[in-house]
């Protein structure tokens, strides 16, 4: 009787344990947020191709588990009917071999499953894949980088980093953004859950996909093929306006091929430091020398919300931390700690704060 209870307790707990971790998956897994702005969720797509791959999951989801409650009933059915008993014989049961109609049976129907599975995936991944650009979609190259991603809007003249902007989608007038992807040096992958499956950025190769967002708001993302070091910091953001929004966006970038704080001669001391540092081999801050392409486009760096693909926000003071030292924010970065004095830290970074 001890045993038991003792036995009985120790599964109550198991089970609180298995409670609480459901719980928690279930927390994580997105499931009670809404919208974007949220924690990422293949379960809640606002996008039409996360939409489709939401949709086979669900059929694949379901099937497994009519599988699985088949197989597991059968079984916990046969372990506890057939559980060894006092009055038990301890003799072998009869054995059986071979039974045409069964080994048909549960060869044949898990044959059929998988036809029909492969049958909806195809559909779907052509369905995404074979959609033509309309004329009037949005068009934007991504290029990953180790660990960082390069943005460029050809049509519009737009270069930037980290965070993409396009314009919401509308029933009446709808509107998708395709993206080209590329890589700089290794394999990433572009994942925004919400948005759409993954795609694969590879070296020497393009990849295309679309997006077609139904909701304006941030929606977070990822890179999704480990790449080294600072993978798990190569965030993504997408940021959805309306149509209005958007233009006035775009508009902002693309006029004001600026040279921001050029003639500003409060921040001239700083001005002076980027140019005089090797800062404009590795950046571009368009109309002026500074043409570098192995880091991220600083023209527009103050209208980030975030730093180094998002691994900090894009405040005065985690700039002035990343520009000192770019390690302490994200280990393992290619941008190398350039030594600058304090005085010239507090100089440049004035001067990095007029890049609107
Ligand atoms: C060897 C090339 C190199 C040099 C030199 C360099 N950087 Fe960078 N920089 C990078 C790379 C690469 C990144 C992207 C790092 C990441 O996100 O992992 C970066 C990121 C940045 C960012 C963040 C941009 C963003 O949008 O997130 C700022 C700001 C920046 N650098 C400023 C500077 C300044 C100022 C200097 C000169 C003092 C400088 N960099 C020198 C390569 C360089
Ligand atoms: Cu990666």
Redesign the pocket.
């Known amino acids: 009787m001890h045993m038991l209870l003792k036995r009985l307790g120790s599964l109550l707990v198991g089970r609180k344990i298995a409670l609480r971790l459901a719980l928690a998956t279930f927390v994580l897994s997105g499931t009670v947020y809404a919208g974007p702005d949220q924690v990422t969720n293949i379960f809640k797509p606002l996008s039409t191709p996360a939409e489709s791959v939401y949709q086979a999951a669900l059929l694949t989801l379901a099937v497994c588990a009519v599988i699985f409650l088949i197989v597991g009933g059968l079984l916990a059915y046969t372990t506890i009917r057939f559980r060894r008993r006092a009055a038990d014989d301890g003799l072998e049961p009869p054995q059986i071999y071979g039974s045409n109609q069964i080994e048909l049976a549960w060869t044949v129907l898990p044959v059929l499953i998988v036809f029909v599975l492969i049958l909806v995936t195809s559909r779907t991944i052509a369905d995404v894949q074979n959609k033509p650009a309309a004329p009037d979609s949005l068009k934007v190259t991504v290029v990953g980088h180790q660990?960082?991603w390069e943005i460029r809007y050809p049509e519009l003249g737009i270069v930037t980093?980290?965070e993409l902007h396009v314009p919401v989608t509308d029933i009446a007038k709808p509107r998708q953004t395709f993206l080209r992807l590329e890589s700089a040096d290794v394999a990433h992958s572009f994942w925004v859950p919400q948005l759409a499956g993954k795609t694969d950025l590879i070296p020497n190769r393009v990849n295309m996909m679309w997006i077609e967002p139904k909701e304006v708001g941030t929606y977070l993302g990822n890179c999704a093929e480990y790449c080294g070091t600072?993978h798990a910091r190569m965030l993504l953001r997408v940021i959805v306006h309306e149509p209005d929004d958007f233009a006035r966006w775009a508009g902002q970038q693309a006029a004001t091929q600026q040279q921001n704080g050029a003639e500003d001669p409060q921040v001239k001391a700083g001005r002076d430091v980027?140019f005089s540092?090797?800062?404009v081999?590795?950046?571009t801050i368009s109309g002026t020398s500074a043409r570098g392409r192995?880091?991220?486009d600083?023209t527009h760096?103050m209208s980030?919300d975030t730093?180094?693909?998002g691994?900090a926000p894009n405040t005065a003071e985690k700039?002035r931390a990343?520009?000192r030292d770019?390690q302490t924010i994200?280990d393992g970065?290619?941008?190398?700690n350039?030594q600058?004095t304090e005085q010239e830290l507090d100089q440049?970074v004035a001067y990095?704060l007029t890049l609107k």
Do not use: I, Q
């Not at 970065?333 to 190398?336: A, C, F, G, N, R």
């Open positions: 660990w960082w980093a980290n600072e980027f540092t090797s800062c081999n590795c950046h192995f880091g991220p600083l760096l980030r730093l180094a693909s691994a700039l990343w520009v770019p994200k970065s290619l941008m190398p350039m600058l440049l990095l």
